[in-house]
């Protein structure tokens, strides 16, 4: 079974040349306790890279995901290759609050970073 991984903030950002999903799970006082970053980079050289970080640990490339599903407030990633780093999963399920703000980040950022890995499902 693939990891399952809850959050209760999502929010969306545009840098220079990067696009991020950021899920964040934050205690009663605020502070961070588990995040799950999703970029992408876009350089004017280069081909497009998918990152993902969870707390702290990076790892990504061009072909880090092979397709994306997003149905309700549950995203999958399926992976081109396990994940050593997640100890060999194949793919991530990401939850989140159903909350007006988490569902507007959604729909503004998911198909902006996850591009044409987005598959089927219903936003």
Do not use: C, K
């Not at 399952?4 to 929010?11: G, L």
């Not at 220079?16 to 961070?32: H, K, P, Q, S, W």
Request: proline share 2%.
């Amino acid at each position: 079974m693939a990891p399952s991984r809850s959050y209760d903030t999502v929010a969306f950002d545009v840098r220079d040349n990067a696009v991020m999903l950021f899920f964040a799970r934050t205690t009663a006082e605020g502070d961070i306790d588990d995040y799950l970053l999703l970029m992408r980079t876009i350089e004017e050289d280069f081909d497009s890279s998918t990152y993902i970080e969870i707390n702290e640990q990076q790892f990504g490339g061009h072909n880090l995901i092979r397709e994306a599903a997003l149905m309700g407030n549950t995203l999958t990633l399926h992976l081109h290759e396990p994940a050593n780093e997640l100890g060999g999963v194949n793919e991530i399920v990401l939850t989140w609050a159903d909350t007006p703000e988490n569902g507007a980040s959604i729909e503004a950022g998911a198909f902006r970073v996850l591009g044409d890995t987005m598959t089927g499902g219903n936003a």
